[in-house]
């Protein structure tokens, strides 16, 4: 919920987590415009932000339900009224009992599998409690990660398992994460049609074989924007886009002036003979996460800006302790003029490798609009 409570950017603690209202307005408008040209509908993913104030202005643009990777999410998120909810995470036995309690109470959640292990297992509970509920079957369309390949006997298999149980098979999704390993828009927008065909291709065959598959659910953000046609597809799904980040930069689907969250951190100490400034922003803040380093620009722990989100040319966060983070210059030349440049008490943000990742580290962002006080936005953790 918004806080009533602004505070002035130069009065915030750090490190903190603030978020550019007017760069995350435009990322959320820039996604929804390409999505309704598109024709499909967007599920956003909102395990980036897990932030429900955010989550309120992606569907007041007209997203239509969200994607969870927890059951937490998808509980707090319907108590504050979001019935659409996709659980895009394996489903398992001992979690059957937590998602069946939010469908008795109105939840239109829908379970993921992709195996015939974890489809008997749904049936099985099912029909043990007289319940019914829909399953979507995971795809695996790039070798990223889970799902099956659209040409699988054990597609099928999966499908018949949960049909014969009388388990209503909505859909099929796949994710695309392999994307983010690329920078070239054509071999984005190839890996995009790749998408599309082999969930297309799955939803093809699970027909075929007499199991309705009326939903046909792909994404990432790189994907969803390198796409060029979408036929087959019913919906998309992306979640770092609100936000991006650095990896996101690195790939090239938005500027380093799109990049909506930062962490404000404080200059407290320099060490002159190696060109460091050290900052109250580090691991713990900023995260592990090191995603540029397998880039063509490796970004250490994140971008140094002014207040005010001018990239700091030339230096970056080269390294990071539990709470101590080292600013320097980005080619290891040691600069003499930092000390005098960012003395003690300097505010810098600092953008971000992986946007969630980051935001993780933090139970609250700050809202900061073009023109007056930030506002504080609750965030929620665990699983």
């Not at 009388?166 to 890996?191: C, K, Q």
């Not at 995603?291 to 140094?304: E, I, L």
């Not at 207040?307 to 040691?334: C, F, K, R, W, Y």
């Not at 953008?351 to 006080?373: D, I, K, M, W």
Request: net charge negative; proline share 4%; with cysteine.
């Amino acid at each position: 919920m918004t806080s009533d409570t602004a505070h002035p950017l130069e009065a915030l603690d750090t490190p903190a987590a603030l978020i550019d209202l007017p760069r995350m307005q435009h990322n959320i408008a820039r996604m929804q415009h390409r999505m309704n040209a598109l024709g499909v509908k967007f599920r956003p993913h909102v395990k980036t932000t897990k932030c429900l104030d955010v989550v309120r202005a992606q569907l007041a643009a007209g997203a239509q339900g969200i994607t969870v990777s927890t059951l937490k999410e998808a509980e707090a998120f319907f108590a504050a009224g979001i019935k659409d909810i996709l659980y895009a995470v394996g489903i398992v036995a001992g979690k059957l009992p937590r998602a069946m309690a939010l469908r008795r109470r109105g939840c239109d959640l829908k379970l993921v599998v992709d195996n015939v292990e974890a489809a008997r297992a749904v049936v099985d509970h099912a029909r043990r409690h007289g319940e019914r509920c829909e399953v979507w079957i995971e795809v695996d369309t790039d070798g990223h990660r889970s799902g099956l390949t659209p040409e699988q006997d054990a597609l099928l298999d999966v499908g018949r398992t949960l049909q014969a149980g009388g388990i209503d098979v909505g859909g099929v999704m796949t994710h695309a994460g392999s994307s983010y390993d690329l920078s070239d828009r054509a071999a984005l927008a190839a890996l995009a049609e790749q998408e599309r065909a082999g969930c297309v291709r799955a939803a093809e065959r699970l027909r075929e074989a007499g199991v309705p598959c009326a939903a046909v659910s792909v994404g990432s953000t790189p994907t969803a924007l390198a796409a060029e046609r979408l036929p087959g597809v019913t919906e998309v799904r992306a979640g770092v886009y609100v936000f991006f980040d650095l990896v996101m930069h690195n790939v090239g689907v938005c500027a380093m002036d799109e990049i909506a969250l930062s962490v404000l951190t404080t200059v407290i100490g320099h060490q002159p003979d190696k060109g460091w400034v050290i900052v109250d922003a580090g691991w713990m803040a900023m995260s592990r996460d090191r995603g540029t380093a397998r880039q063509a620009h490796d970004y250490g722990y994140g971008q140094p800006c002014t207040l005010d989100g001018m990239p700091l040319d030339g230096l970056t966060l080269i390294g990071a302790n539990q709470e101590h983070g080292i600013l320097a210059a980005s080619d290891g030349t040691v600069r003499s003029d930092l000390v005098e440049r960012f003395p003690v008490g300097t505010k810098l943000r600092v953008l971000p490798n992986h946007a969630c990742a980051t935001g993780a580290q933090f139970p609250e962002y700050q809202a900061v609009p073009s023109r007056g006080a930030a506002q504080t936005w609750a965030r929620f953790h665990g699983w």
